[in-house]
């Protein structure tokens, strides 16, 4: 009865080694390729930024309106307003 007993012990430290093998090492390949997903969604992001030309507040480039030239607004309104000055 005391062998059964040590056996499951062994049997149970084994498969939490084995276990937390598995979990040390899954993530840390998803957080190789999370991190370079999102250094690169960084980059195009640190890239993408202009500012408004009425408030001057920095937004993103996809988001940004564009007035004459290479002038960008956050908003519709910040354009108009720029236009009538
Ligand atoms: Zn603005």
């Not at 993103?60 to 960008?72: N, Q, V, W």
Request: net charge positive; glycine share 6%; charged share 20%.
């Amino acid at each position: 009865m005391k062998y059964l007993i040590w056996a499951a012990i062994i049997y149970l430290a084994w498969r939490w080694y084995t276990v937390s093998k598995q979990s040390s090492s899954e993530p840390a390949s998803s957080a190789d390729s999370a991190r370079s997903a999102s250094n690169s969604g960084a980059d195009e992001v640190a890239e993408a930024m202009v500012r408004c030309a009425q408030c001057g507040i920095h937004l993103p480039h996809s988001e940004a309106l564009h007035g004459a030239g290479a002038i960008t607004f956050c908003s519709e309104a910040h354009r108009r307003l720029h236009g009538n000055r």
